[in-house]
Nanobody, 124 residues
Framework: QVQLVESGGGLVQAGGSLRLSCAASGRTLSPYVMGWFRQAPGKEREFVAAIDWSGGNVWYADSVKGRFTISRDSAKNTVYLQMNSLKPEDTAVYYC?????????????????WGQGTQVTVSS
C-alpha cells in the first residue's frame, strides 16, 4: 500500500503562486510515476503533470506548460507542484497519484493510489 497526503492548497489572487506537496509513505516509490491531477466543480478529473520517480522525466498538460513545475525529493518521499502565474481557471481540487506501471500517464484509470486532494482557489 502507498499512502499519499497532499498539502499547500489555498486561496490566491490571479497571477500569484502556490506550491503543493505530496508526501508518500508505504512501499518504496522508485518504480512509480507520480502524477498531479485536478478536478473543478462539474468537470472531470484532468491530468496536470507527472514525474518519473527515479529518472526525473517530466510531462505536462498543455494548459500548464511554462507555468507549473513538478519535482520530487526522493529522500523525503515527496513530490511538489510549483504553480506560478495562476489563473482563475486553475481553480480546482488538486490530487496526487501514483502510477505503478508507468503507462498512460494522463489517464486516471492507470493510477493505483490517490491522495485526498487539496483545494486551490484563484480569485480574479
Amino acid at each position: 500500500q502507498v499512502q499519499l497526503v497532499e498539502s499547500g492548497g489555498g486561496l490566491v489572487q490571479a497571477g500569484g503562486s502556490l506550491r503543493l506537496s505530496c508526501a508518500a509513505s508505504g512501499r518504496t516509490l522508485s518504480p512509480y510515476v507520480m502524477g498531479w491531477f485536478r478536478q473543478a466543480p462539474g468537470k472531470e478529473r484532468e491530468f496536470v503533470a507527472a514525474i518519473d520517480w527515479s529518472g526525473g522525466n517530466v510531462w505536462y498538460a498543455d494548459s500548464v506548460k511554462g507555468r507549473f513545475t513538478i519535482s520530487r525529493d526522493s529522500a523525503k518521499n515527496t513530490v511538489y507542484l510549483q504553480m506560478n502565474s495562476l489563473k482563475p481557471e486553475d481553480t480546482a481540487v488538486y490530487y496526487c497519484a501514483a502510477n505503478r506501471r508507468g503507462m498512460n500517464l494522463s489517464a486516471t484509470a492507470w493510477y493505483d493510489y490517490w491522495g485526498q486532494g487539496t483545494q486551490v482557489t484563484v480569485s480574479s
